[in-house]
């Protein structure tokens, strides 16, 4: 044996262990499982992927904010970042997901795979689970740390605590507590560790000006990918304005360079090799905190064909537009929700029939009603329904009725129940000539539940099943009432269970998310007539013959986003019953299965009413 080679082995043991940066590390350690990458493989980043990486590793920061697009990087940087921890510089660890049914799957998911397939992670966590409960789906302990997975919907998954690594993965779907912003509790749970801490949030964000995402990414130093146009050489954000295409073709999507003199129009090729020779530059002074933007047009796997059809896909409707730009262009969604002024609203108002001598119109396939019961008197409104949520205002009704005397009777004498039956059981002249029942009338049970319960009991239900209300038969009567604010992020939130329902004889409720009907309503009421004649989906048209009071009650809430981040509907003129009626007749419409109505089933909804195609 040679001496000097010997001791040449021997002085490397006494050398200090290599620091690699975090994508260094990952690209010599991590292995893809194939649970959620398709096959088993090592890992190898892209060019832009790096930079994100490796501001983990970085000394000088300690608070690292993805606001990126879906399937990207945050997962993958989550995990990496992870493994990194526990493999070179372990310290207790917290992980929140907006539920702890959410972490659980996390756990199982992602991080089971990962420390079976990673050899440098699978003697350091071992089995998934241990008998002294130092191992557990939600808790690993290891040499030198812990890792506690937690939801934010718990505050007391936050007490208790000293971390050093705070990972908040979908911050935007935290739910307000009453103890405070869950990320303000878990980063105060890392002052201990003060420039030794790593804090990491990544989500897409959301609607603008609500978005937690958003709020971090601005408190960042704000950096964004910078890519070189291979023609002129002139680098560039990525932006949708520069995606171009021939109408109705996606597969002729180009991305277009932004420098005038060039006009380049790159091919998925050229744009994922300019992708790969990314500068990230932050738009504000670094201080700590390093913020990263990046949509799916650096995505490495997705076509711009695919971006466009799925953009010609989703943009007909509010909602799955606003999921292509938070998700696919990593933007916040504009909540037109703000109130709109009556003035403008009248002055686009049209002339037509309305109340007894109200005619369908020929786009209309069916009639919703919505009652507002009040102590003395019923505020009703009559709607029409037509593709793409297109609605008509067609009657709108106070109801009074008075005793011998000339007094006004309360809303749980039996007349205002004839009256609502009467009305219930009349039609309509539809524009093709058929005649068009009610096809569900909704009664709010807030101010005066019992007769309302009465009303709904002598009339035709709807078919209760594992998933909720359904709508069976011309003349349903639906009792609803508003769910709470934390409730509201869907328009149909709940149906009262049968045991409930016994103790009002058979009646069951169905909960509706009055805030969410709001906002969508106030975003339509934006829309406005498009250039060749049509009307975009969601219109809704109002009669010229309205009081200016029903203009003013349409327009009479305002929404508040408080300072917890909790959303609140505040009236701002007191007669806010046409507001509630068109909430109440937007759920009828709902019960009925408007929002997955294809065309075979408005065909199908016309052919039953005798409605012909105009």
């Not at 146009?229 to 109408?247: D, I, S, T």
């Not at 949509?295 to 010609?312: C, D, G, N, R």
């Not at 609605?391 to 106070?398: D, E, I, P, T």
């Not at 149909?492 to 009907?517: D, F, L, N, P, W």
Request: include cysteine; charge should be neutral.
């Amino acid at each position: 044996m040679n001496p000097d080679g010997l001791i040449e082995d021997w002085s490397k043991l006494w050398l200090p262990r290599q620091k690699l940066s975090l994508s260094e590390w990952a690209e010599q350690n991590f292995i893809l499982s194939s649970e959620y990458a398709g096959t088993t493989a090592q890992l190898t980043l892209f060019g832009w992927q790096r930079e994100i990486f490796d501001s983990f590793t970085d000394p000088r920061v300690q608070q690292i904010v993805l606001m990126t697009g879906t399937q990207l990087v945050k997962t993958l940087f989550l995990q990496a970042a992870l493994a990194y921890v526990i493999a070179e510089q372990p310290g207790p660890v917290l992980l929140v997901q907006p539920k702890d049914v959410d972490a659980n799957t996390f756990s199982k998911e992602r991080l089971s795979p990962m420390f079976r397939d990673i050899p440098v992670l699978r003697n350091i966590i071992g089995d998934a689970k241990s008998r002294d409960g130092t191992n557990t789906i939600e808790y690993k302990a290891f040499p030198g740390g812990t890792l506690s997975l937690v939801g934010a919907n718990a505050p007391g998954n936050f007490a208790r605590r000293t971390i050093r690594y705070l990972f908040c993965d979908e911050t935007d779907k935290y739910q307000p507590t009453k103890e405070g912003d869950q990320i303000s509790l878990g980063i105060e749970r890392t002052a201990w560790f003060r420039t030794r801490r790593k804090i990491v949030l990544t989500c897409s964000p959301t609607v603008d000006g609500r978005s937690r995402i958003q709020q971090a990414y601005g408190q960042s130093d704000q950096r964004k990918p910078w890519v070189p146009c291979a023609a002129c050489g002139q680098f560039q954000v990525l932006g949708w304005p520069q995606v171009k295409w021939e109408a109705g073709k996606p597969g002729t999507a180009r991305y277009q360079c932004v420098n005038p003199e060039c006009g380049e129009r790159w091919h998925d090729t050229a744009r994922w090799a300019a992708c790969e020779r990314t500068e990230w530059r932050g738009e504000q002074e670094f201080q700590g905190t390093a913020g990263f933007w990046i949509s799916h047009l650096y995505s490495p796997v997705k076509t711009l064909e695919e971006i466009v059809a799925q953009f010609l896909k989703q943009k007909g409707e509010r909602s799955t537009l606003q999921v292509f730009v938070n998700t696919t262009l990593a933007e916040t969604f504009r909540d037109e929700g703000e109130r709109p002024q009556w003035e403008v609203l009248k002055g686009r108002a049209e002339e037509y029939p309305i109340n007894d001598e109200a005619v369908v119109p020929a786009r209309a396939s069916f009639l919703t009603a919505a009652v507002d019961f009040q102590r003395e008197w019923l505020n009703v409104e009559l709607k029409a329904w037509g593709r793409g949520k297109e609605s008509w205002s067609l009657g709108m009704w106070r109801v009074e009725e008075y005793d011998g005397k000339g007094n006004p009777l309360q809303t749980s004498d039996p007349k205002y129940r004839e009256w609502l039956r009467v009305f219930l059981h009349r039609t309509w002249k539809h524009e093709s000539g058929a005649d068009l029942p009610i096809l569900v009338e909704t009664l709010d049970t807030g101010e005066r539940p019992d007769p309302v319960y009465e009303f709904a009991r002598e009339s035709i239900s709807p078919a209760y099943g594992p998933a909720g209300a359904r709508v069976i038969s011309p003349r349903t009567v639906v009792p609803i009432k508003g769910a709470s604010q934390d409730q509201h992020s869907r328009l149909i939130v709940a149906v009262s269970q049968e045991s409930a329902a016994r103790k009002r004889r058979g009646v069951r409720i169905v909960s509706v998310g009055g805030g969410y009907a709001k906002g969508e309503f106030y975003g339509a009421l934006a829309l406005r007539r498009n250039a060749d004649g049509s009307y975009p989906s969601g219109y809704c048209h109002f009669p010229k013959a309205y009081d200016d009071s029903v203009f003013q009650g349409y327009c009479s809430e305002e929404r508040v986003v408080h300072a917890s981040g909790t959303v609140e509907w505040v009236k701002v003129y007191e007669r806010n019953e046409p507001l509630d009626c068109h909430v109440y007749n937007r759920a009828a419409a709902e019960l009925v299965g408007i929002s997955g109505f294809n065309e075979s089933h408005w065909l199908k909804l016309e052919q039953s009413f005798g409605i012909q195609a105009p």
